[in-house]
């Protein structure tokens, strides 16, 4: 990228000053580096749940904990959140039709897929809602406790909880349960393993509420911060500032960066909490 | 920025959506086949399961920067101060799962050790300890409570 300065007749660097080195505004190069740094807090969280994950004897098993749909519809595993997965998806590629129809100054198109991809964060925040609810309210999973456990050994039950499992109902090992709550005292099961013993339902690792709570709830945030900045941006595409900007609607790609690591965050979130 | 006409960039856009919801799809199929949701009986091992869904994952990952967050188009370096940086994280990885495995055979062995003998005894469902109830009735590991005892009040005498 060495051009001649005509004047000294000496090679001018994009890195001599005066030009933007990596052709790219200040402001856009810096939403690079927040999110690289945003990607890091991110993989300090995932890489966490997997150490500790590690370290567990037993992990609830995703598609046993996440299978419930709205309307009271169970044991339809990870149905629900590929139904969030695709809502980021779209909302994703209505954003790069925003910054696509910034580039030709097309003030309505802008506003127009900026509403769609606005409408997306908010069906995805309503979905993380009524998931968080669910869990809190129905299952009663916290921070510090978790009802979810999982079989180290096959055996029999020797109740029923009133709602999935029977008296006298097989399991195997591996199979995840969930420990219901009656009124305010929990209700674990008694079984028979194979080789005799009587033993009580035990709770799950302690650290999935937190984990599960705190990553998804960061990310979250994140969605619900790019929902806010975005209609803030939409209100200044629809008063025209940008069209009598030097650099048009550059806000409006920067947002979509925004809006596209959101999306990039959601793909290891699902890998890692819903499908591993 | 226009690094593609109008038309072309449109058919990105909609391609993006295309290759990122059936990815999607796979992903999660794979997920359910391998776990024996779709054809009874039926599982994939667990090192295939794993292996291919990040290596779904990534390309998903790839995609969304390279064409949505328009990467491609941006100058060598920009790129390179973007993405080396992650490498490290490769690093983080091994270091932090190594580190939880070796967590993992440290329960075990505390496991092994009688419950009396522990020096932190865990205190009913912390859920943290707790796959073996140890009522001082019950036999821990098939082995009698009465013939677990400490020999003594040396307090704990594992050596780790």
Redesign the interface.
Known sequence: MMTTDQSLQKPVSNWDGGREPFKASYGKLMMWYFLLSDAFTFAGFLISYGALRFSSPTWPVPDFVFSSLPGGIHHKPLIFVTFMTFVLIVSSVTMVRAVQEGHRYNKKGVALWMMLTIVGGLIFLACQAWEWSTLMGKEHMTIHVNPFGTHIESGTYLDGDGHDVQKGDQFVAGKSYLIHKHGDEWAPLRYQTESGEVKQQQFGPKAFGALFYFITGFHGFHVFSGVVFLSIILVNVLSGIYANRKNHYEMVEKIGLYWHFVDLVWVFVFLVFYLL | ??HLN?EA??R???R??VI??VV??V??FI??LG?G?IVDGFHLSRPVM?LS??CL?LY??YY??FE??HMRY??P??VR??LF??IL?IW??IA??Y??????HW??AAREIPAEMQLGKPSG????V????TDST??VH?VPADSAKPEGHGGPSHSH
Not at chain 2, 125 to 128: A, E, R, T
Not at chain 2, 130 to 133: D, R
């Open positions: 920025m226009a109008y960039a449109k990105v856009a909609y993006g959506f990122l919801g999607t799809i992903e999660v997920a359910l776990k949701y794993y869904m990040i994952s998903k990952a969304i920067i949505f967050m941006e100058l370096g920009l101060s973007v940086p992650t994280l983080v990885i932090f799962f580190e939880g495995d070796t967590w993992f329960r075990e469902n912390s859920g943290l707790p796959v073996h109830p019950e036999s098939g």
